[in-house]
């Protein structure tokens, strides 16, 4: 039987390992609602708004997975608190990726403009690439998109180092008519 674990860590700093099916992610409803049955695998606060009406609101980077794959998630999203109508709508959709762990969201700065983030992805040409995001509040931006090489030396001064270990235990198995198949939908149905 194949059971997803996931590797927890609690406010006091306790570490330990966990079904991943007994997890509940604690996202608002407002936002876990948009699942469409998938399995919400990680999310990230983005940054607070104030509404008049309903109070703190959050802005939301969210990673899904629809099924058990080799890699951890397929596809992620941002949701952004609407102030005008008062409601959660998506800012960015990519879906139909092979991301891996671990999505790195830097601290919140209160001297420079919006949040970055950074996601690893293996392409459809093979390659693992890091992808730099900026959040200015209402849209994403690619700001930076570099090769990552597992198994490479890492960039030991930032702190969003990426383990390389666990995508090289990752390497995904997918056949030559799934990845035609994936490309052929983005060809048609778009996305990056």
Not at 29 to 35: H, K, L
Request: net charge positive; with cysteine; glycine share 6%.
């Amino acid at each position: 039987i194949l059971e997803d674990w996931s590797l927890v860590r609690t406010k006091a700093n306790q570490c330990g390992w966990v079904l991943s099916r007994n997890l509940v992610m604690s996202i608002p409803d407002e936002v876990a609602q948009y699942a469409e049955g998938k399995r919400i695998t990680s999310y990230f606060d983005l940054g607070a708004v104030q509404d008049q009406e309903k109070g703190t609101k959050h802005h939301w980077l969210w990673t899904t997975a629809s099924e058990m794959e080799s890699f951890d998630f397929d596809s992620w999203r941002v949701f952004l608190w609407n102030r005008r109508r008062h409601r959660y709508e998506t800012s960015y959709r990519q879906h139909d990726v092979e991301g891996y762990f671990p999505v790195h969201v830097d601290p919140a700065d209160p001297n420079a403009f919006g949040r970055t983030f950074e996601i690893v992805t293996k392409d459809d040409d093979g390659q693992f690439r890091r992808r730099t995001f900026l959040f200015d509040g209402t849209r994403i931006h690619l700001t930076a998109k570099a090769d990552y090489h597992p198994g490479a030396a890492s960039n030991e001064s930032k702190p969003s180092a990426l383990d390389t270990t666990k995508l090289q235990a990752k390497v995904p198995r997918q056949g030559w008519f799934r990845q035609r198949w994936h490309a052929l939908k983005r060809t048609i149905f778009g996305g990056a």
